[in-house]
Antibody, heavy 124, light 110 residues
Framework: QVQLVQSGAEVKKPGSSVKVSCKASGGTFNTDPVSYAINWVRQAPGQGLEWMGGILPMFGKTYYAQKFQGRLTITADQSKGTAYMEMSGLRAEDTAVYYC?????????????WGQGALVTVSS | QSALSQPASVSGSPGQSITISCTGTSSDVGRFNLVSWYQQHPGKAPKLLIYEVTKRPSGLSDRFSGSKSDNTASLTISGLQAEDEADYYCSSYAGSSSVVFGGGTKLTVL
């Protein structure tokens, strides 16, 4: 089964941007015959899970939660088997663990594999 | 979309059964059979328990089961074990390629 490995923790200033990567170890996206999506979910300290958006790497199609429209960009590089989540205009309340999660196949809206999470701390 | 509603906490003794509810609306839980459940231990990533309301991933214990009635989905854990102590989250497809999670329920095994 494909495992998702994320980049490390980040500390950012308010107003700046952060880019978190999520690599599919064991193969690139396009060696998997099943079309799947990579979603991003975040969890603020002591809080619940919050869905942010996702991408279908095979087609480059993206979709975002309304709350993050305009601040969130999700991309994928199929040749590297890696997806990216970039958020701009960071605020203190964006401090959270950011997870990538695989949806297999796409359109099923459940997440069977998760990355280990990347802590993003926004502080002046 | 608003988060799905879950009880903040539930508890049970080893061997007992517990049920966690997840209440949404006719636009999410009530409309689609795309409810899933996740277990999360402290400091760990969530783990899929149930998908499409009632289905279990291969290899998962049959002590975990899911159901749905109208706008409310439920997760039942039978034969409670100490290692079941964790946070549990429901989620549902909410239309327009969007997903909504519940607020989470902390399960304490007494």
């Amino acid at each position: 089964q494909v495992q998702l490995v994320q980049s490390g923790a980040e500390v950012k200033k308010p107003g700046s941007s952060v880019k978190v990567s999520c690599k599919a170890s064991g193969g690139t996206f396009n060696t998997d015959p099943v079309s799947y999506a990579i979603n991003w979910v975040r969890q603020a300290p002591g809080q619940g899970l919050e869905w942010m958006g996702g991408i279908l790497p095979m087609f480059g199609k993206t979709y975002y939660a309304q709350k993050f429209q305009g601040r969130l960009t999700i991309t994928a590089d199929q040749s590297k088997g890696t997806a990216y989540m970039e958020m701009s205009g960071l605020r203190a309340e964006d401090t959270a663990v950011y997870y990538c999660a695989r949806e297999t196949p796409s359109g099923t809206y459940f997440f069977d594999s998760w990355g280990q999470g990347a802590l993003v701390t926004v502080s002046s | 979309q608003s988060a799905l509603s879950q009880p903040a906490s539930v508890s049970g003794s080893p061997g007992q059964s517990i049920t966690i509810s997840c209440t949404g609306t006719s636009s999410d839980v009530g409309r689609f059979n795309l409810v899933s459940w996740y277990q999360q231990h402290p400091g760990k990533a969530p783990k899929l328990l149930i998908y499409e309301v009632t289905k279990r991933p291969s290899g998962l214990s049959d002590r975990f089961s899911g159901s749905k009635s109208d706008n409310t989905a439920s997760l039942t854990i039978s034969g409670l074990q100490a290692e079941d102590e964790a946070d549990y989250y429901c989620s549902s497809y909410a239309g327009s390629s969007s997903v909504v999670f519940g607020g989470g329920t902390k399960l304490t095994v007494l």
